[in-house]
């Protein structure tokens, strides 16, 4: 008998190459040209999630502190301040650029390489704009929509911004 990472591995596979098959049968349509490749990313991402991402995440869930889960979030938080403030210029908005950038520098220092968010307390408050919506600013349709493996659902347009540094899209 294989050991149980294999036969997860197998499985995962064969869902994949089963999903492809059923799914590749018919056209696809002008409402939704990408559907055949989602339905199989889809099902890879289910079957990634129940075999690999549920597990470690209720792992990490059971031994890790709730203030050790907000310290490694403030890390990761600091760092898409950067992504945020680069989006915002990119968008015509230099106020609020400004102000990431103030929280980006304040909570790298003070808040002792963003483990800390003091910037918060000091009124500077966290902006949320991304590539894709920068993209829309621009003019740029959203596009068709998108399952991409690991990531999930998406249009074409907001796709890139799921790869952000600091962005926990997963």
Same mark, same amino acid.
């Given at each position: 008998?294989?050991?149980?990472?294999?036969?997860?591995?197998?499985?995962?596979?064969?869902?994949?190459?089963?999903?492809?098959?059923?799914?590749?049968?018919?056209?696809?349509?002008?409402?939704?040209? =990408?559907?055949?490749?989602?339905?199989? +990313?889809?099902?890879?991402? &289910?079957?990634?999630?129940?075999? %690999?991402?549920?597990? $470690? /995440?209720?792992?990490?869930?059971?031994?890790?502190?709730?203030?050790?889960?907000?310290?490694?979030?403030?890390?990761?938080?600091? =760092?898409?301040?950067?992504?945020?403030? +680069?989006?915002?210029?990119? &968008?015509?908005?230099?106020?609020? %650029?400004?102000?990431? $950038? /103030?929280?980006?520098?304040?909570?790298?220092?003070?808040?002792?390489?963003?483990?800390?968010?003091?910037?918060?307390?000091?009124?500077?408050?966290?902006?949320?704009?991304?590539?894709?919506?920068?993209?829309?600013?621009?003019?740029?349709?959203?596009?068709?929509? $998108?399952?991409?493996?690991?990531?999930?659902?998406?249009?074409?347009?907001?796709?890139?911004?799921?790869?952000?540094?600091?962005?926990?899209?997963?």
């Amino acid at each position: 008998m294989l050991p149980s990472s294999i036969r997860h591995i197998v499985l995962a596979g064969a869902v994949l190459v089963y999903g492809t098959a059923c799914t590749s049968m018919r056209a696809p349509s002008e409402a939704d040209p =990408l559907e055949g490749l989602n339905r199989s +990313v889809d099902g890879f991402n &289910q079957v990634v999630d129940q075999v %690999a991402v549920k597990p $470690l /995440a209720k792992g990490y869930n059971a031994i890790t502190p709730p203030e050790v889960q907000t310290v490694i979030g403030n890390f990761f938080s600091n =760092l898409d301040d950067v992504a945020v403030a +680069v989006n915002n210029l990119l &968008q015509g908005k230099p106020k609020a %650029a400004g102000s990431d $950038l /103030a929280r980006f520098a304040i909570n790298t220092t003070i808040g002792i390489v963003g483990l800390a968010d003091p910037a918060t307390e000091l009124g500077f408050l966290k902006n949320d704009e991304d590539f894709g919506q920068t993209l829309g600013v621009w003019g740029v349709g959203s596009g068709p929509y $998108l399952v991409l493996p690991f990531f999930g659902p998406s249009s074409l347009r907001d796709a890139p911004a799921r790869f952000e540094i600091g962005r926990a899209h997963v």
